[in-house]
């Protein structure tokens, strides 16, 4: 879209493109649909009709200091007369001068055909590496069918009703991006939450790479940093348990690390200085509408260490900056200050809920040795090699300007993790260090390069062996600390994966609100703005009745228009476990006797006649549908 409508093609390429793009992108449609989630009009189909709107108003370069009746009638008149060109030469409207546009020739800003392979290479792999690592531990998922994971559903689900403010401990951002992301792709909420986990682990690979290799110019270092993020669990406090949770944490770091080198250098985000700024308070705003404890207790400090390094000579650059930090501040700020007062709500109280965890916690078996063992060694590295670049920094300030800066500032919560007093929330700082210790990482080894860079090789040549180094260091540290529970086979109580399954199976191909289903109450959230939900005890005491007496009127439209409690919904999908034993959710002998019930129950309706089939089955899960009235569920057979 952006190589149609631009009047250039950018200087920057691969993922020197790729990266600032998702983060304007994410950015935008976060603080773009918050804004219409405050107006009530949030919907997928306004959101992309605005996107489309401002297209629209990009590939026509309108100028609004200017006339905009004269500009819109030059563009009519060149239209029409483009259009009269092309058919009196019968010639295509579309061809390939219509895509050709004029590139930058700042040669700073753009990639070597070797670097773009390169880049194109790793943003491929990283990304899936990470993906095949966190399905490997699947099995030891605790997440996903949680009372957590029941809840953030619910948030989901409530954001269709336009419900975002005082969420005790969220801030909301993350389940709209869910929510979009659940639209976009046409799956249900619950799919969207189970997966989205694993999609922003994947997406922070490659995010953590391309950071890395801004700040050191090297592949090998940011290589190192993704891969140590998508591996080396033994060396991170992430629990394995809950790596299917999705983390606003991880979502807000999407956003914020490449918005903390943009700060460092503004002229890798836009050639345009003017527009890089402005952008600025959109980034930080999107960050704090999706963690305040990111926004606050991340960027605040990293902005304060990089005022140290740049008030002398570019006072009017980080004055920009720390401008635009306190404006989404105090924007985001007076919002909820405002929704509070209305709602009657304590503000103070919703604020200091989201700088503390509820629903995760720090377990970290597999560690080589205690976390609280490890800061230890971290710090005490750390401390070694930021004194190295302090000597770099002295030499280069501007090629050693961003490993300082990431270095003292990882150096700061390093120490924060140690004083173990009250100050920040350790499951939150923890998850915080999951995502800077790989970076941490690559500008280590960026510094032990530099230090052998004595040795006079070629420079694809110095690559090669960098890399080939890195990964075999990588690869050694895997074989012999990856968690042994590690299996891609799906085997072990897989009875959740069928049941998203099935119930986008039924969501897809029905009407909402035009069928039930009956399932365990924990599963009621599925229902939410879907459709209507039974439980077993319902469905085994009283739908026999409700279904007799159907029947006996079904075809008296006027006892059923004064008597409309009677109608049943048009299609009834009643959800059957089988081997009951191998089920997490089902070892208690009442829902064993409430499924022993219920097969009792279909099987009665099935000798009364009525209309059942088998609508999914697997060996761990059956789901029965009794179609009431033919024709008035399925879309499929609304259509046709």
Request: charged share 15%; glycine share 4%.
């Amino acid at each position: 879209m952006h190589r149609l409508i631009s009047t250039r093609i950018s200087a920057l390429t691969a993922l020197n493109f790729l990266i600032p793009t998702i983060t304007l992108v994410l950015a935008a449609v976060l603080t773009g649909s918050f804004v219409l989630v405050l107006t009530r009009t949030f919907d997928l189909f306004v959101l992309i009709s605005i996107v489309i709107m401002l297209t629209m108003v990009t590939f026509m370069k309108l100028d609004f200091s200017k006339s905009l009746k004269d500009q819109l009638q030059r563009i009519y008149s060149r239209t029409i007369l483009y259009a009269t060109i092309k058919l009196e030469k019968r010639k295509s409207f579309l061809d390939r001068d219509n895509i050709i546009k004029p590139t930058y020739k700042n040669k700073e800003q753009g990639l070597s055909r070797y670097h773009k392979n390169w880049q194109l290479a790793i943003g491929f792999l990283l990304p899936v590496i990470t993906y095949i690592s966190r399905n490997s531990l699947f099995q030891q998922d605790i997440y996903t069918l949680s009372s957590s994971w029941f809840n953030n559903l619910e948030l989901i689900n409530g954001l269709s009703l336009d419900k975002w403010f005082f969420q005790s401990g969220e801030m909301m951002g993350d389940y709209l991006l869910i929510n979009l992301y659940s639209k976009i792709t046409h799956i249900t909420y619950a799919q969207a939450l189970q997966s989205f986990g694993v999609l922003e682990s994947a997406l922070l690979s490659l995010i953590i790479y391309w950071v890395v290799f801004k700040i050191s110019r090297k592949h090998s270092s940011g290589i190192m940093a993704g891969l140590s993020f998508a591996l080396l669990y033994s060396f991170l406090p992430i629990n394995i348990e809950l790596l299917a949770q999705h983390k606003s944490v991880f979502t807000a770091l999407v956003i914020a690390l490449p918005t903390m080198f943009f700060c460092i250098y503004p002229q890798s985000f836009r050639l345009n200085r003017r527009m890089s700024f402005g952008w600025m308070p959109i980034l930080f705003s999107a960050v704090l509408m999706i963690d305040i404890f990111v926004g606050i207790f991340v960027l605040f400090p990293f902005l304060l260490i990089l005022f140290l390094f740049k008030f002398r000579d570019n006072l009017k650059q980080i004055s920009q900056l720390i401008f635009a930090y306190l404006a989404s501040v105090i924007l985001i700020g007076s919002i909820y200050g405002l929704a509070a007062l209305i709602k009657g709500e304590d503000f103070l109280a919703f604020l200091m809920s989201n700088f503390y965890s509820f629903d995760t916690y720090t377990y970290n078996p597999h560690l080589i040795i205690p976390f609280d063992e490890l800061i230890y060694y971290y710090q005490f590295a750390g401390i070694v090699f930021l004194i190295i670049t302090i000597f770099n920094y002295i030499k280069k300030p501007q090629k050693w300007l961003a490993s300082i800066v990431f270095l003292i500032f990882i150096n700061i919560f390093f120490g924060i993790y140690q004083l173990d007093e009250v100050l920040v929330d350790l499951d939150i700082l923890s998850q915080v260090l999951c995502i800077f210790i790989p970076i941490f990482f690559g500008i280590i080894l960026n510094i032990l390069i530099d230090l052998l860079s004595f040795f006079n090789l070629a420079p694809r040549r110095a690559i090669t062996i960098e890399v080939s180094g890195g990964i075999l260091t990588i690869g050694a540290l895997v074989l012999f600390t990856f968690p042994g529970a590690a299996s891609l086979n799906f085997e072990t109580d897989k009875t959740k994966n069928l049941i998203f399954e099935a119930y986008s199976k039924i969501q897809s191909k029905h009407l909402p609100y035009s069928y039930a289903v009956v399932n365990s109450t924990p599963y009621s959230s599925f229902s939410k703005n879907s459709h209507y939900y039974y439980d077993y005890d319902y469905f085994n005491n009283r739908y026999i009745t409700r279904d007799r007496e159907f029947n006996k009127y079904k075809d008296d439209t006027q006892y059923l228009n004064n008597n409309p409690n009677v109608i049943l919904p048009q299609s009834l999908f009643v959800f059957i476990y089988n081997n009951m034993e191998d089920s997490k959710f089902a070892k208690n002998e009442k829902i064993k006797d409430q499924q022993v019930i219920a097969q009792q129950r279909i099987d009665l309706l099935k000798a009364k006649g009525r209309n059942i089939d088998t609508y999914y089955q697997n060996n761990d899960l059956t789901v029965y549908q009794i179609v009431n009235k033919t024709g008035s569920s399925n879309v499929n057979e609304l259509l046709y």
